[in-house]
C-alpha cells in the first residue's frame, strides 16, 4: 500500500530523539526535552545529541572553546558572501557559503569536529550578512559569550536582556531535533550515499528553505500584528474562523495533544510577563484561541504549537521575518549533524520503490 509522503513508514532506526504524537512528549537521548531545555545550555544539549551524553565540566569547556574558535568566518568565506545580489534570501545564503566551506583541510576533521565547526559558524554567517546588508560593519561578541547570547547579540547589536536571552535558548534547545522530519531526513539520505557532512547539511538547508518545513512562524506574526493593530483578539479569531481561515499556531501534524516544546515557552514567557508587549499579547492570544477552537472545532485537538510562542519570542527581540526559518535552521543543524553520524556509523544506502503510473509500453 503506497503512503504519500511515506507517512507512517519506519525507514530507519534512531538513538538520537522520539516524538510521540498522542502523548505529547519529545525525547532527545532518553531525556525529556523540555527538561532539558529548563537545566541545560544550548552547548549542553548539542554535545548530548553529538556523543550521546551530557558532557561533564572538561568536556563542556573544551566544546565551549571549540565553538568560540569557529565562530571566526573565514577569507574565503566573506568572499563569497561578498559576490551574493542583495536580494538573494537568507536561506540560499546558508545553503550557499556552508557548501563554500568544503575543501580538504575542513574534510580531514572528524565528523565531530565538523559538525560543531557548521554549528559554531552558522550564527556568525547571518550575522555578517545582515551588517553587509545593513551597509554596517559586521562586530563579533566577546568569545566567552555561549551560543545564544552570541546569536541574539548578532541580531539585535545591543545587549539582551536576561529575559529574552533564556527564551531564545529556550526555543533553541526544543528545536534541535524533531524525530525524522525533512530536513533530517534529507540530510540522512545524502550521507546514506557516502557523501560528506557538508553535502548532507547543504541537503537539509534546501529543505528547510520550503515553507512547508521551515516557514511557519511567519503566519502567526500575522496574526499577532492584526490583533495588534484591531485591538480585539475575540473579534479578530472569530472572524478568521468564521472566513473558514486556518489559526496560525494551533495544531500539529503529529502531536494530537498539547506541543510540549509550546508549553515550556509558555512557561518561560509566564516568567517574562509584564516584561514585553507581544510577549503578554501572546499570552492572551493563546488563551481566547483555545477557548474558541475548542466550540467551533470540537474534537479536532487543535492545540497551540511551539511556532506560536516561537514567533512570540522572535517579534519580541524585534527580529525580521527574514530571519525565522535561519534560527530555526542555525538551532536544527545540531540534529541534521547528530543524524548523519548517526547514519555514517552502520549505513544502508535509502532506495525505496516507487509505482509507476505512466502509459502502457507502446512497443
Known sequence: MIQPGLKGVIATETAISHVDGERGELIYRGYSAPYLAKHYSFEEVAH?????????????????????????????????LGSLPKDTDLMAVLRTTISSLSSHAFHEKTLNEQAIHITALLPSIIGFRKA???????????????????????????????????????????????????????????????????????????????????????????????????????????????????????????????????????????????????????????????????????????????EFYAAAIMKSVQMKPAYFTPTFTASRVVGWTAHSLEQASNNTIFRPQSQYIGPPVQQ
Open 48 to 80: 548530548l545529541l553529538w556523543e550521546g551524553h551530557l558532557p561533564n565540566a572538561e568536556e563542556l569547556q573544551e566544546l565551549k572553546r571549540k565553538m568560540n574558535a569557529y565562530r571566526k568566518i573565514p577569507t574565503h568565506v566573506k568572499n563569497v
Open 132 to 306: 553587509q546588508l545593513e551597509g554596517k560593519k559586521f562586530s563579533t561578541h566577546p568569545d566567552s559569550t555561549g551560543f545564544a547570547d552570541y546569536y541574539l547579540h548578532l541580531l539585535i547589536e545591543k545587549e539582551p536582556s536576561p529575559y529574552h536571552k533564556k527564551a531564545l535558548e529556550t526555543y533553541l534547545i526544543l528545536t534541535m531535533d524533531h524525530g525524522l522530519n525533512a530536513s533530517t531526513f534529507s540530510a540522512r539520505v545524502t550521507t546514506s550515499t557516502e557523501s560528506d557532512l557538508i553535502s548532507a547539511v547543504t541537503s537539509a538547508i534546501g529543505t528547510m528553505k520550503g515553507p512547508l518545513h521551515g516557514g511557519a512562524p511567519t503566519g502567526v506574526i500575522q496574526l499577532l500584528d492584526d490583533i495588534m493593530k484591531d485591538g480585539d483578539v475575540e473579534k479578530v479569531i472569530k472572524e478568521k474562523l468564521q472566513n473558514g481561515e486556518k489559526l496560525m499556531g494551533f495544531g500539529h501534524r503529529v502531536y494530537r495533544t498539547i506541543d510540549p516544546r509550546a508549553e515550556v515557552l509558555k512557561e518561560r514567557l509566564l516568567q517574562m510577563s509584564g516584561q514585553d508587549t507581544w510577549l503578554n499579547l501572546a499570552i492572551e492570544v493563546e488563551k481566547q484561541a483555545i477557548t474558541l477552537l475548542n466550540e467551533w472545532k470540537p474534537g479536532r485537538r487543535l492545540y497551540t504549537n511551539v
